[in-house]
């Protein structure tokens, strides 16, 4: 064979092997014929809220968004603080904006608790040091867990600043009141926090948090000039924890007006 | 030869032994498992079709679900457009088991048979929300 042939055969075979391996691996084995995404889904560049602390006063503004979320996701009830499970929960100044030291603190800010769960951070340390990228940003800024990936290695929950991950340490089921049939449960050995909705998200739907709190928290795509957080923002006075880690939170906190219950 | 009787009878019994898995249970072929479509949610379909053929349901089940939780999971895609053109949710309990309501009969017979045990059951629910 000639060098001429021999080219010409090489080139032959490489586009035909490529032809087949792309026939191949369309879908995997799958024979749809197309997959996509839902038309309702919500569409966004950068999902984050703004919470504003001044709706929430007392104990049931708190329970109302954890137990909107905590039920609705089947989030067990685990009466241990070494142990327990949560997406979203309260917490004092001094823990939440703990480098915002005061040694004057007013007295009505230290009984203020405010609502916390996982920032989504822009470039979130948890995603870095998974091993196995259960966890992994997605492109709508939504700090994602692949649950079927979780190895439960818990660097992911040593490298959040925001203790936002909890650790399943024995199977969760016999501490949900009522599993609802829709969502999947996790099971011992996986981490677990707030997903920010993504599964109502993709359907169309906000979070569930913003929906019970009566108007403390507002959700939408922050990198939207005209959008409704970007509107509280432009008006508000706020702040993220922890900015000085380099996360870059995408929930801010306004202080509001009113001082009103919600 | 020295104790013919009783080498040949122990000979015998021997060979019934080692033969008897198989000589019990002739005509016995062990029963392909028949899985049941007997849900409500498939008694009121006019046209009882799975998500795609029977025939490629029957093998690349386990395939699809797996790209299904990828694409769900990963890409944020939720809607799967089977070869027909019919839309489907991409989920395990708000598809397949919306229909194959009767997991111990449907599913579970011929995972059984098959000796599989998936262990999707540890986080997903059936329809009865108990789990397994």
Same mark, same amino acid.
């Given at each position: ?12 075979? %490489? ?6 391996? !792309? ?7 799958? !024979? ?14 950068? =999902?984050?809220? +703004? ?13 109302? *968004? ?17 142990? !327990?499970?949560? =997406?979203? =929960?309260?917490?004092?100044? @001094? ?31 948890? +995603? ?12 709508? /800024? *939504? ?19 925001? %203790? ?13 009141? @009522?599993?609802?049939? @829709? ?5 011992? /050995?996986? +981490? ?13 739907? /906000?979070?569930?948090?913003? !929906? ?7 959700? %939408? ?7 409704? +957080? ?23 906190? *306004?202080?509001?007006?009113? /001082?009103?219950?919600? | #030869? ?42 009121? #379909? ?10 490629? #349901? ?5 395939? #699809? ?20 053109? &019919? ?16 997991? &111990? ?28």
């Amino acid at each position: 064979m000639d060098r001429r042939s021999f080219l010409k055969l090489l080139a032959v075979t %490489g586009v035909g092997g490529v032809a087949v391996f !792309e026939g191949i691996n369309q879908f995997g084995a799958t !024979e749809a014929a197309e997959i996509k995404k839902s038309t309702k889904s919500l569409q966004g560049k950068h =999902w984050g809220m +703004v919470i504003d602390v001044s709706k929430f006063q007392n104990a049931e503004d708190f329970k109302r *968004i954890a137990n909107a979320c905590h039920s609705y996701h089947n989030v067990p009830d685990i009466d241990d603080p070494k142990q !327990e499970i949560k =997406w979203i =929960w309260q917490d004092d100044f @001094e823990h939440t904006f703990a480098e915002l030291e005061s040694n004057y603190l007013s007295e009505k800010i230290k009984q203020q608790q405010f609502p916390v769960l996982c920032n989504h951070c822009e470039s979130p340390a948890c +995603v870095r040091v998974c091993p196995t990228k259960a966890t992994f940003k997605r492109d709508d /800024g *939504i700090v994602a867990m692949d649950y079927h990936r979780c190895i439960g290695c818990r660097f992911c929950m040593a490298a959040c600043p925001f %203790g936002a991950r909890s650790f399943n340490f024995f199977d969760p089921r016999p501490y949900i009141k @009522e599993i609802n049939p @829709e969502i999947p449960t996790r099971t011992k /050995g996986v +981490v677990e926090k707030c997903t920010f909705c993504v599964e109502r998200l993709d359907k169309g739907l /906000g979070p569930l948090c913003e !929906e019970a709190s009566r108007g403390g928290i507002v959700f %939408g795509d922050l990198d939207d000039p005209n959008s409704e +957080v970007r509107k509280v923002l432009g008006e508000n006075f706020s702040i993220r924890r922890k900015v000085e880690l380099g996360t870059g939170p995408s929930i801010y906190y *306004i202080f509001g007006g009113g /001082g009103q219950s919600a | #030869m020295y104790n013919g009787g009783k080498i040949i009878a122990g000979l015998i019994i021997f060979a019934a032994i080692i033969t008897s898995p198989f000589l019990l249970n002739i005509g016995k072929a062990d029963e392909a498992p028949q899985p049941s479509l007997d849900t409500p949610a498939i008694n009121q #379909m006019s046209e009882k079709k799975c998500v795609e053929s029977a025939e490629f #349901m029957r093998t690349g089940h386990m395939q #699809m679900l797996n790209d299904w939780r990828d694409q769900v999971v990963r890409n944020g895609d939720t809607v799967y457009v089977s070869n027909s053109g &019919q839309e489907y949710e991409m989920s395990l309990e708000n598809s397949c088991l919306k229909c194959h309501s009767n997991k &111990q009969e449907f599913c579970d017979s011929c995972h059984t048979y098959a000796q599989v045990d998936p262990y999707c059951w540890d986080c997903h629910t059936d329809t009865k929300g108990a789990g397994q």
